[in-house]
């Protein structure tokens, strides 16, 4: 029995097919919840009903009420209905399997299937800003402010564990790799700071501003553009350059797969080799080529003018191309066949990766600057009309909550919670 099962059957989205698979289910999770077993008579005896038309009343324990209230009841204290008619086996499990699972794990069960979707877990408050991506890696959140700082927060308890400072904004997502995490700032700089600690292990200066690139940790290098139109290699252990070149305009991205970093620039996409630099191919777009996204062997990229690109990573040939009539600013999310882009014209917008075609459209109140990202079916996506989006893969709304502010930090899932930054200031933690 998977967990995506038992979340779907708590949620509502499908029922268990007989209260023998149920019960099995109850066993099992009470008893890792340390709790005494559900008898089975009871239950048998609700499908069944008694000589008078009443249901018997549950006697297995706490019954939680909403996800979040510190109290809690038993099944003794839960009024008991008068049944007007026998109920079917299936509207009874319909009816009542959420609340039977529930109340033979109490509030233990409850942590194990999750509180509702879209509930605040917990909000980190900062002291200006929050406009990067959040990352997440062995229980801690990275993400910088427009405060100057970057900080590491604890995963579960959200507080702090401690704030590195740097000279200007830091809008740039940081990056993680073996214990160093990575970040720019508007202050020139490229800082490396241990995770563990918050102490720099070094920086190294660009000519420009690393404004919205986030640097790429990939091998021994870690990759960055730069508003100075130079795209840097840098050595993860010294910080010093190993390689730069010119990229005629602000360099989009970068993202690295199989040797090769791939970056858009004001006259298309570009693919370099990652040791030395070396130019493999451009492929020319009709407007600024932005954020590229790389999966399975094709890059996907919009550009300035609306333009959705597929591209051959190898050799740069083009599959396809769409036009969703919204500038495109953030990386394509790519998952299953499906490529997810939010736009400048206020949709998020799901694409056949095979040729293009688009499959649905999802309207928000304002424009789409936060890259989205899929995780278990869901595509997650912060909009300007302040709301951070959960969409299902058929396009239809499953919640959505206000952050208080326009949307430019792009969403990060972890663990069953997905991480926003937001303009009011906070870094908020989301149950999915």
């Known amino acids: 029995m998977s967990e995506q099962t038992l979340s779907d059957w708590f949620n509502g989205r499908h029922h268990p097919r007989d209260l023998d698979q149920l019960m099995k289910v109850v066993r099992v999770l009470t008893k890792w919840a340390g709790r005494p077993p559900a008898q089975y008579e009871p239950w048998s005896r609700l499908l ?57 794990l109490g509030l233990a069960g409850q942590e194990m299937f999750g509180p509702h979707s879209g509930r605040l877990r917990w909000k980190f408050p900062t002291e200006a800003p929050v406009n990067s991506k959040p990352v997440v890696a062995d229980g801690v959140v990275y993400v910088a402010s427009d405060d100057r700082h970057l900080y590491a927060i604890d995963a579960a308890s959200g507080k702090q564990r401690w704030r590195f400072p740097t000279a200007d904004r830091a809008r740039s997502g940081p990056a ?24 720099q292990q070094w920086q ?54 199989n040797g090769v970093v791939y970056f858009g620039c004001d006259d298309g996409l570009h693919a370099v ?76 917008y799901a694409m056949d990766t095979t040729d293009g075609r688009q499959l649905w459209r999802f309207p928000t109140g304002y424009q789409l600057r936060s890259a989205p990202v899929v995780a278990n079916g869901v595509v997650y996506v912060g909009s300007g009309d302040e709301h951070l989006y959960a969409v299902d893969d058929k396009g ?18 972890a663990d069953g919670v997905v991480y926003v930054g937001s303009p009011d200031k906070n870094v908020y933690a989301v149950f999915t």
Not at 58 to 74: A, D, I, K
Not at 232 to 256: E, H, L, M
């Open 273 to 348: 080799v990652t040791t030395d630099g070396k130019h493999l191919w451009t492929r020319p777009t009709l407007a600024t080529a932005r954020r590229p996204t790389v999966s399975n062997g094709v890059v996907y990229v919009g550009d300035s003018g609306g333009n959705v690109y597929a591209v051959d990573a190898i050799n740069g040939e083009q599959y396809w191309t769409a036009n969703v009539k919204g500038e495109l600013w953030t990386a394509p999310a790519v998952k299953d066949g499906v490529a997810y882009v939010g736009s400048d014209d206020n949709f998020l």
């Open 176 to 199: 993680v790799a073996n214990g160093v995490v990575y970040v720019g700032s508007n202050d020139h700089y490229l800082y490396a700071v241990q995770a563990a600690s918050g102490k």
């Open 396 to 413: 239809t709304e499953q919640w959505r909550l206000n952050v208080g502010g326009y949307i430019w930090s792009s969403p990060t899932i």
């Open 204 to 257: 190294y200066e660009t000519g420009g501003p690393l404004g919205w690139s986030s640097p790429v940790p990939d091998g021994g290098a870690v990759f960055v553009g730069s508003e100075d139109q130079q795209l840097y290699s840098i050595n993860v252990t010294s910080g010093r350059r190993q390689w730069q070149i010119d990229t005629k305009g602000t360099a989009w991205g970068p993202a690295v797969a």
């Open 48 to 104: 069944e009903g008694s000589g008078n038309g009443m249901a018997k009343p549950v006697t297995n324990g706490p019954l939680g009420r909403e996800t979040g209230h510190e109290e809690s009841t038993t099944a003794q204290d839960v009024p008991v209905k008068k049944l007007t008619a026998r109920p079917s086996r299936r509207n009874l499990l319909v009816g009542t399997a959420g609340a039977i699972v529930v109340a033979g």
